[in-house]
T-cell receptor, first 114, second 115 residues
Framework: GAGVSQTPSNKVTEKGKYVELRCDPI?????LYWYRQSLGQGPEFLIY????????DSGLPNDRFFAVRPEGSVSTLKIQRTERGDSAVYLC????????????FGQGTRLTVV | AQSVSQHNHHVILSEAASLELGCNYS??????LFWYVQYPGQHLQLLLK??????LVKGIKGFEAEFIKSKFSFNLRKPSVQWSDTAEYFC?????????????FGSGTRLLVRP
């Protein structure tokens, strides 16, 4: 597609529930990132995929968070047993993988845990 | 650990005023530097980037930034702002040795330009 697409744009869930957030990167981009942006803060890195593998997951806050990218394109961020503190905008970005290139961001998914 | 500081959280200017937004980072090695902008209701968009070469970088919409290595700074400037520049601006850094190109962002500066 023309840009990075994220669905849903908004998600409201109850505390303790499981949620999945989807990211469809720019076609051909091998690098994919997930970031989380809390109110009044800049985006914080969660996880980086190069192709199908998670090359760096050092930003995932705990084991309730998991992400996959099984075919090297679409990625899903999964959050188990959601907590109110997980409420944030989850951003996906992709990059073409070549050196010295920038990342392109999606619109984000606003997750609200009630 | 790397960090990015944007000291101005809110800036209010009148149209045609000059703009300078501060960005300082903490990392002693080679860095790649970025400014992203988020217009109301829109996604983050790249304004400009620095990887190497001329430390004065020109971006879109008349923005520029200067990398001053000795000051660990990458301040954003525009000589004359417009109402349409109202947005949130984020400085971001990536360690040059980090082949992931993952970004460390500042907390952002909200710019309001009064017509």
């Amino acid at each position: 597609g023309a840009g990075v697409s994220q669905t849903p744009s908004n998600k409201v869930t109850e505390k303790g529930k499981y949620v999945e957030l989807r990211c469809d990167p720019i076609s051909g981009h091998t690098a994919l990132y997930w970031y989380r942006q809390s109110l009044g803060q800049g985006p914080e890195f969660l996880i980086y995929f190069q192709g199908t593998g998670a090359a760096d997951d050092s930003g995932l806050p705990n084991d309730r968070f998991f992400a996959v990218r099984p075919e090297g394109s679409v990625s899903t961020l999964k959050i188990q047993r959601t907590e109110r503190g997980d409420s944030a905008v989850y951003l996906c970005a992709s990059r073409d993988g070549a050196p010295n290139t920038e990342a392109f961001f999606g619109q984000g998914t606003r997750l609200t845990v009630v | 650990a790397q960090s990015v500081s944007q000291h101005n959280h809110h800036v209010i200017l009148s149209e045609a005023a000059s703009l300078e937004l501060g960005c300082n980072y903490s990392y002693g090695g080679t860095v790649n530097l970025f400014w992203y902008v988020q217009y109301p209701g829109q996604h983050l968009q790249l304004l400009l980037k620095y990887f190497s070469g001329d430390p004065l970088v020109k971006g879109i919409k008349g923005f520029e930034a200067e990398f001053i290595k000795s000051k660990f700074s990458f301040n954003l400037r525009k000589p004359s702002v417009q109402w349409s520049d109202t947005a949130e601006y984020f400085c971001a850094v990536n360690a040059g040795e980090d082949s992931s190109y993952k970004l460390i962002f500042g907390s952002g500066t909200r710019l309001l330009v009064r017509p």
